[in-house]
């Protein structure tokens, strides 16, 4: 039995707030104690730049203000989940850096099942993004589970932004991010949108790869 488990600027002004040094290493701190996301001096007009966008959002003037909202008890409940997706960046692809995943077929799963033959293979996809890591892995282990009966595998998939959680979880992408997945495996593992399905049938063409 496998199991795959996703889990859990600009302003009216038309002129960016600015963020002192001061408080850029308050944020800083702040994302870092509760994120574990740590934020150079370098990043502090990127962060000037994301957070404008909450403001501007909320109808708050300033960053002190700002500031102070998320981290009081109310604001910080509120609040947190939305910096976290403004602050996040999330770089993913599936079958991205592929050799690893050849490794992965090749040498560590034979190994893992050789030594443990009874055992599940328990996988835990941190920072999954839009889920493409997490897919990417099912594909592959069905793969080899199909040629090796008996080995089980689930995989975990988490991340702190509740933004791409909710893509991961949909599991639909744009036609461009299925390129790097092998075509046979593209056709054997992936659904195309009933509207594609139809439109396609309404001009009589072959359906898309």
Not at 53 to 82: A, C, M, Q
Not at 110 to 135: D, F, H, M, T, V
Request: with cysteine.
């Amino acid at each position: 039995m496998h199991n795959l488990n996703i889990n859990n600027a600009n302003n009216n002004n038309k002129q960016l707030m600015k963020l002192s040094n001061k408080l850029f290493l308050d944020f800083s701190n702040f994302i870092y104690y509760k994120l574990g996301i740590n934020l150079p001096p370098e990043k502090k007009f990127l962060l000037q730049a994301r957070l404008s966008k909450r403001l501007n959002d909320l109808k708050i003037k300033s960053f002190e203000e700002y500031f102070k909202f998320l981290t009081n008890k109310s604001g910080l409940i509120k609040e947190l989940p939305e910096m976290v997706n403004v602050v996040t960046t999330n770089k993913t692809n599936f079958f991205r850096e592929s050799k690893h995943f050849d490794i992965l077929s090749n040498f560590v799963l034979p190994e893992y099942y050789k030594q443990n033959s009874n055992r599940s293979l328990k996988i835990w996809s941190a920072g999954c993004s839009i889920g493409a890591e997490p897919y990417t892995l099912a594909i592959v282990l069905k793969e080899f589970s199909e040629n090796n009966k008996g080995s089980k595998f689930s995989i975990l998939s988490t991340d702190i932004s509740t933004k791409v959680l909710m893509t991961a979880k949909k599991a639909i992408y744009d036609h461009q991010m299925a390129v790097p997945i092998p075509m046979d495996l593209r056709k054997k593992y992936l659904l195309i949108l009933l509207w594609q399905i139809m439109k396609h049938r309404i001009l009589g063409r072959g359906l898309p790869h």
